[in-house]
């Protein structure tokens, strides 16, 4: 999300699950290699890379980045109570953040790291305002494109969407993503992350330190994260600390997902102080079985209930029974079970199998 001169806008962050089950050898497909997920490494300090920041050329293609967060994209509207996006919305959103970042000339992979820090990508993301609007993908400053201004719009119109990542990246704004680039005073690869910083408080503290100052300490460091390949929401970063911290260090963080919350604020050249960020939606819980009087042994089973798992793959059926977690040296065949019933469980797994998760546990059955 982005702050305006004396405005801080909450922005969204949510989602977590990760989870696997058995697949028929009868697939060749399947024998594809895991998707190791980055661990979250804390970056602290200025954004450049003598303080330990990742260079432009450590950062994941854009194909890299958009198959690693797709499970997440495929189930990022629980948060918002939402429809989740369709296959077609999906396809809008990556044509979209194309686009935006041919006509604005902000990278592709960084763009996508906002959307996901702000939205998950989401289209039905709710529009918020804290003094200013922020709506959409972007959650932007005095933005017009959303797909919920209170009443949810299925299916979110293309042109919609496009207009939702083309005023996030700045196009015709008087604040976006390109704008705040341009006001970092940084030539090095340190605007982005300087430009990340802006869009989330409206200003860079004085210190020069990214992670001092107002709103979402961690925001930098988290779209950081993001363009390396982190895509869960277990952050190693400390909104306490990481004002403190001068370079950046490996973190000792674990790899599941686990909602948290992110607030935005719209990007200033060097503005006045701004407002505390807002906390925005958790996932939807998952049902839990409710223990029943003892029965004569004559009376009728009880209904199956939905299982919980270990590390739930974020697109897996919400009323799954069984699961199948991945080891390294997996594939979609060792889960057991034949592709299309893993994938019709398992919303976002690609018909390749080129995006299984190491560590997650995805539906086998339901």
């Known amino acids: 999300m982005v702050a305006g001169p004396s405005f801080i806008i909450a922005a969204s962050s949510i989602l977590t699950l990760a989870l696997g089950a058995p697949i028929l050898r009868s697939d060749a497909k399947a024998a594809r290699s895991l998707v190791e997920r980055a661990a979250y ?65 902000v990278s592709s992979q960084y763009l996508l790291a906002i959307m996901m820090q702000e939205s998950k990508g989401c289209v039905r993301a709710p529009t918020t305002n804290y003094g200013v609007r922020n709506p959409g993908l972007f959650q932007d400053y005095n933005g017009v494109a ?48 300087k430009a990340a910083r802006i869009y989330n408080s409206g200003s860079v503290d004085p210190s020069g330190n990214l992670g001092a100052g107002i709103a979402t300490h961690c925001y930098a460091s988290d779209i950081a994260n993001r363009l390396i390949g982190w895509t869960t929401e277990t952050s190693g970063c400390n909104e306490g600390t990481i004002g403190s911290i001068g370079g950046g260090a490996p973190s000792e963080a674990p790899s599941d997902p686990a909602p948290s919350a992110t607030a935005t604020a719209t990007p200033v050249a060097s503005s006045a102080p701004v407002a505390s960020s807002t906390p925005v939606a958790t996932s939807v819980p998952v049902p839990s079985t409710v223990p029943e009087a003892a029965a004569p042994v004559e009376s009728t089973p009880a209904e199956a209930t939905p299982v919980t798992a270990d590390s739930p793959y974020p697109g897996a059926s919400k009323n799954c029974k069984s699961w199948y977690k991945v080891k390294a040296g997996d594939n979609c065949i060792s889960t057991g079970v034949n592709m299309s019933t893993l994938t019709s469980l398992n919303s976002g797994l690609d018909s390749a199998c080129s995006n299984l998760w190491l560590g997650s546990s995805y539906c086998i059955a339901a």
């Not at 918002?80 to 970042?101: H, M, V």
């Not at 496009?162 to 704004?173: H, P, Q, R, S, V």
């Open 146 to 193: 959303s797909c919920n201004d209170g009443t949810m719009i299925t299916p979110c119109p293309d042109e919609t969407i496009a207009k939702m990542i083309a005023e996030g990246a700045g196009i015709g704004m008087q604040v976006g993503l390109s704008i705040g680039i341009a006001d970092s005073g940084a030539s090095d690869v340190s605007k982005y992350y």
């Open 41 to 105: 490494q804390v970056f602290g300090g200025d954004g450049t890379t003598a303080q330990g920041w990742p260079a432009e050329t450590s950062w994941k293609s854009f194909e890299s980045l958009w198959n690693a967060n797709l499970p997440v994209i495929s189930a990022s509207c629980a948060q918002f109570n939402a429809p989740e996006n369709s296959a077609d919305e999906i396809a809008s959103i990556k044509k979209g953040l194309l686009a935006a970042s041919k006509e604005s000339g």
